[in-house]
């Protein structure tokens, strides 16, 4: 096989095509690029949908894992983070299931039409209050039902599009943007002392 130059303007779809060929002299390179470029936005999805810091770890492993074992079942048309995201929501509810937190999984938000305030959010004036804010942001995600909880995550921390997400969740877009809009209702409404 030809050899073909790894850089770092290559998009993922075209590493992945690389790396799903056991032959090319530099399908390992072509993973080490993929991983690097993921390996954050993946894991911080799973720990935030988990919210416990071992089980995170071993279901991120679990997924490197199954995208090496898979990587001849990927369909280059489609974008490898819509399939790796694919891969990790699964592996979360298995893990979900393996632990016995299945009420996690179905549990709804019990006051979707929760109102706000028209006042947006201001950024915080000095070091203390910025950190103060991060921590509290991050609480209220963790407060987020499972299914919001990932939109958000994969929203906001993955830069993936809502239409991606209702992919990757396997759920009608329409569903998708309540949930997004929910999730956002509800830190905007954790995060009102901040106005």
């Known amino acids: 096989m030809p050899k073909q130059q790894i850089d770092e303007q290559m998009n993922?779809?075209?590493?992945?095509?690389?790396?799903?060929?056991?032959?090319?002299?530099?399908?390992?390179?072509?993973?080490?690029?993929?991983?690097?470029?993921?390996?954050?936005?993946?894991?911080?999805?799973?720990?935030k949908s988990i919210n416990h810091e071992q089980d995170a770890k071993e279901v991120f492993?679990?997924?490197?894992?199954?995208?090496?074992?898979?990587?001849?079942?990927?369909?280059?048309?489609q974008k490898f983070t819509t399939w790796a995201y694919t891969i990790a929501r699964r592996l979360i509810?298995?893990?979900?299931?393996?632990?016995?937190?299945?009420?996690?999984?179905?549990r709804f938000d019990a006051n979707p039409e929760a109102q706000l305030s028209e006042h947006a959010v201001k950024r915080p004036d000095n070091e203390f209050e910025t950190k103060q804010m991060?921590?509290?942001?991050n609480h209220a995600i963790t407060l987020l039902p499972p299914n919001q909880r990932q939109t958000f995550v994969m929203k906001h921390e993955s830069g993936l599009s809502?239409?991606?997400?209702?992919?990757?969740?396997?759920?009608?877009?329409?569903?998708?943007?309540?949930?997004?809009?929910?999730?956002?209702?509800?830190?905007?409404?954790?995060?009102?002392?901040?106005?």
């Open 162 to 195: 809502i239409k991606e997400i209702a992919a990757i969740s396997a759920q009608p877009l329409e569903q998708t943007k309540s949930q997004y809009r929910y999730a956002v209702q509800k830190i905007k409404l954790a995060l009102e002392r901040f106005k």
């Open 61 to 77: 492993q679990e997924l490197w894992f199954r995208i090496i074992n898979n990587k001849q079942q990927y369909d280059s048309q």
């Open 134 to 137: 991060a921590k509290e942001l």
């Open 93 to 106: 509810i298995d893990q979900f299931r393996k632990t016995g937190r299945t009420a996690e999984l179905t």
């Open 12 to 47: 993922d779809e075209q590493l992945m095509k690389i790396f799903s060929q056991t032959t090319h002299v530099n399908n390992q390179r072509a993973f080490e690029m993929l991983y690097q470029r993921h390996k954050g936005p993946l894991f911080r999805f799973i720990k």
